[in-house]
């Protein structure tokens, strides 16, 4: 046994004072300290390391709806006074097929955090999303198939390095967080997404009024000519190509991040650094329990595999639980797309195209999608991180679908009262706060529960797996319910008919409901220890966390922190 000295200050030695007489009888010292840390300086650095990932994920994925009727305009003109617009098949493959490879970097990329390591895939997916976004503005030739092919090509590789983001920061900021603030921590992390969906925004309107101010051209109805100067190619790739920034500016920080004292002891079986890792972190004196680790790690409940009965047993509740409640949910999130539309010209943000250039265009979706963000997206998020850790997980993800089922029969009840020039801006309140209630709600508590409830060597990958359903969800959401929502009568060129937006968004608030059903198999993680929740550390075989007691907190569990 070694214990590991660093130099001590009057701050660490009040963190010692308050740690060490609290020490858990079977949980390691190097957890219990973890677990019981006041709030400190790498806490902030990891969520904006962590956060920085998240905050690339949301650019990447969301700006490309910034540009896609710009790229019908350059690429589908057919010489008319009419702007050319994307195919509905180039516009679903283009839009679409960045959620494909996130869906799959999501499984690989979990499973793989769970055999190498969080630290040495963590790198790993960043470079793939650096090199993939530049890829993506440099898509080759100007005949419109091999563009739409290369863009393609590399935004589904875009995806699969995003896809390992989700697994692997929110397992190491669980793995890094104490339990008192750890939902609060992990929400951060996830709330950099509305930080990232606005700087998309932002960086869309700079761009569009830089090459507005050089090359405008009147709109299409005042000459019949092409309303599309050549220079407007350079926009998409710019405003695509930039998401590389920040990713490029995190991987340094990433790379100096220690392993994950949870992964390098109770899946690695290294006692020795992971006490020394944490100590350097946390600057307390931390003893490397060897015998402890080998102790844990051999009893028979700790070495059941994904495919056992034994995690059927213990876990396989959860696991439906998360799955089904993400994926149920990004079927009702990504289907904003469905009357996003008619939200941005009911109050006047975007008009018809042929009344715009095509600068004018992009700047207008760009201001649209920075001000939903400003006044919907960021603040949903933000509640979160404010009062996870004093309302819990479930209540949140309950409220959250509830508000959401509510809201969107309020809004398909009486659809035709809407669609009333009278009426617009009730819609618009209904439609703002039925995605403030999503991310102040099940958006941010899908994301955190899967990274508290499963024991450790199986934590990424379970998460991946529920991050992948809710990508299945958010596919069937933004393409599937495209098509059901057209018109039954006339649907938009390239659709075939559907039910329509009224009976579309009924169908929508019955999926939410189903949601809130779903979240009575999600287990609370408030103030527990990761351990706690999987039952890494107990004795006896029935001491992880059951449906029954999930949601049941002690006073003394609340307040057992510093």
């Known amino acids: 046994m070694h214990a590991h000295t660093v130099h001590r200050t009057p701050l660490t030695e009040v963190a010692l004072i308050h740690i060490l007489p609290e020490m858990a009888g079977d949980q390691l010292q190097v957890l219990h300290a973890l677990d019981l840390a006041k709030t400190q300086w790498y806490h902030f650095t990891a969520i904006v ?111 699969f390095g995003i896809g390992g983001d989700y697994p692997l920061s929110a ?44 090359f405008d051209v009147p709109p299409a109805y005042e000459r019949f000519i092409d309303t599309t100067p050549h220079q407007a190619d350079y926009i998409w790739r710019i405003i695509l190509m930039f998401g ?20 390098t002891a109770l899946v690695a079986k290294n006692a020795e650094k992971a006490a020394k890792d944490m100590a350097r972190v946390l600057q307390v004196d931390i003893e490397a329990e060897q015998g402890k680790v080998n102790e844990l790690t051999e009893k028979e409940k700790n070495s059941f595999g994904l495919f056992s009965k034994e995690f059927l047993r213990r876990h396989g509740l959860h696991l439906l639980g998360t799955s089904t409640t993400w994926f149920l949910l990004d079927i009702a999130f990504y289907s904003q797309n469905l009357f996003q539309k008619d939200v941005f010209v009911a109050i006047g943000w975007i008009h018809k195209a042929n009344t715009m250039s095509a600068m004018e265009e992009v700047f207008k979706i760009a201001r649209a999608q920075t001000l939903i963000a400003l006044c919907s997206t960021v603040p949903g998020y933000w509640f979160t991180v404010a009062l996870i850790d004093k309302m819990g997980r479930f209540k949140i993800q309950l409220m959250g679908f509830t508000m959401m089922t509510i809201f969107m029969f309020a809004l398909a009840i009486p659809y035709n009262h ?26 941010s508590t899908t994301f955190i529960v899967p990274a508290e409830i499963f024991p450790a060597r199986l934590r990424s990958t379970c998460h991946g797996i529920s991050a992948a359903s809710g990508k299945l969800g958010a596919i069937v959401g933004a393409f599937g319910f495209l098509y059901l929502s057209q018109s039954p009568s006339k649907p938009d060129a390239g659709y075939g008919k559907g039910i329509g937006v009224k009976h579309t968004l009924t169908i929508l608030a ?26 890494e550390n107990e004795d006896n075989d029935d001491d992880a966390v ?13 307040k057992s922190t510093v």
Do not use: H
């Open 418 to 443: 809407w669609k009333n020039d009278d009426n617009k801006y009730g819609f618009v309140v209904l439609y703002s706060l039925t995605f403030f209630f999503a991310n102040f709600g099940p958006n």
């Open 244 to 263: 590389a920034i920040p990713a490029a500016l995190t991987y340094y920080w990433r790379m100096k991040m220690p392993e994950t004292a949870r992964y």
């Open 546 to 558: 059951t449906l029954e007691d999930g949601s049941k907190l002690t006073a003394d569990e609340s």
């Open 49 to 159: 390391i962590a956060g920085m990932g998240f905050f690339t994920d949301a650019y990447d994925l969301f700006c490309i709806s910034l540009v896609t009727k710009l790229l019908g305009r350059i690429y589908y003109y057919k010489g008319t006074n009419t702007p050319g617009v994307l195919p509905a098949n180039v516009a679903a493959a283009v839009n679409s097929v960045a959620f494909v490879g996130t869906l799959s970097g999501q499984l690989f990329f979990g499973w793989l955090g769970d055999k190498m390591g969080r630290k040495k895939v963590y790198g790993m997916t960043l470079m793939i999303m650096v090199i993939c976004s530049i890829a993506s503005g440099l898509s080759f030739s100007n005949n419109a198939t091999a563009v739409m092919t290369t863009l393609c090509f590399f935004r589904f590789w875009l995806g």
């Open 171 to 214: 397992t190491i900021m669980s793995e890094y967080a104490n339990k008192k603030t750890r939902g609060a921590f992990i929400a951060a992390v996830f709330a950099m997404q509305g930080f990232g969906i606005l700087a998309g925004g932002i960086f869309a309107l700079i761009v569009a009024s830089s090459f507005k101010a050089a």
């Open 510 to 535: 019955v999926v939410n409901l189903f949601g809130a059903l779903f979240t009575l198999l999600v287990p609370e993680a408030k103030g527990k220890s990761l351990e706690e929740m999987s039952g």
